[in-house]
């Protein structure tokens, strides 16, 4: 999406429909429109994360390339320009990522991924920018080559991940590209006291930001997760991460460019402490997300059923009856996600601002 493309009705559009989703959410209705589009594409991963369960998930039938390529088209009748995220998995274990961002861009869609950077050579991020890739989140979760390989589960992925950046960097400068790249960090015991150095790093390098998530469930955690694992923070150290946490509040109100918000990295002191106690329900999900998951079905969120397949006319699976369900639901849910996860909903000037800076 061209920035000549984001005009004041643009901007006016947006308002309206952020305004609409209040609404939505009190009624469980779906006269907004979603304003999170998020594709994944493959539950397939060349990496074995220690906080993560989707390389030991079953594997689906995946939609092809032109079938991704009539979702993008038939969501852009519907919405209008819109950015969509795609994600896995890892998605460059598919070999059509380059042309999928190519279309996007082409049809005027903003696009943007998350990938751990292992499959990012310098060609492949030399087609990326060219092909008019608008943002990508990096996972980096050390500053030492140690602590990220141990928690990613492979050596030598994190000189694979860093490399990546440097590649997208080197070439989104050579072509002034508005690409933007981000470090995205899991905050854990085992990482904890790197996290400051994150944040130099990713200031050193002229990058465009690091976001932290803490350390949640993996999709095939049962609800005592947090005391069998060993990238918990202890009992002993939580003092200490408190200091780290508002050492990085400082941080960002200094200027660095941590894009959580100080109210998220307070919710994680209390998180960390208990990570079960129930802390209240506000979940927009049902009202700006629609998820599609890698073999076609639609989702308000992952934890939830599906409430249609891609092959139905979009805005009726938004306005069907199961999606009206599946938003009560969502309203009742008790699923404890982590602070920083949880907050999809930005306020309305974070978003716009969010498009005008291809973020």
Known sequence: ??????????????????????????????FCKPSRIIFCLTLRCNIKCKQCGIWRSPKKKELSTEEWKMIMLALKNWLGPYRVQVAGGEIFIRDDIVELVRFAQNDNILIGMVSNGTMIDNEMAKSLVNAGLSYIDISIDGIRPETHD?????????????????????????????????????????????????????E?????GVIFNPLGPA???????????????????LEKLDGILDKLIEMKKSGAKILNTEDQFLAMKSYFRNPSIPRGNNCRVGVTNFLLSCDGEIHLCFHMPSIGNFR??????????????????????????????FIYRRSLIKEIQRYLEYR
């Open 219 to 237: 999709c095939d955690s049962d609800s005592q997760w947090y005391e069998k694992s060993d990238l918990w923070p202890k009992k002993q150290d």
């Open 204 to 208: 050193k390098e002229g990058l465009n």
């Open 312 to 341: 139905e006319p979009l805005r009726n699976v938004w306005n069907s009856e199961k999606a009206k369900t599946a938003r009560k639901m969502i309203k009742q849910c008790r699923y404890e996600c982590s602070p920083g996860n």
């Open 1 to 30: 999406m061209g920035r000549y493309k984001r005009s004041l009705p643009w901007a006016f559009n947006q308002f309206i429909n952020y305004i609409s989703q209040d609404f939505a959410y009190k009624s469980d209705a779906g």
């Open 150 to 202: 141990f928690i990613r589960g492979v050596k030598g992925v994190h000189e694979k991940a860093t490399g990546a950046i440097h590649h997208l960097k080197n070439h989104a400068e050579r072509e002034n590209s508005s690409l933007s790249i981000t470090v995205a960090t899991i905050i854990m015991g085992y990482n904890m006291d790197e996290l400051i150095d994150i944040v130099e790093w990713t």
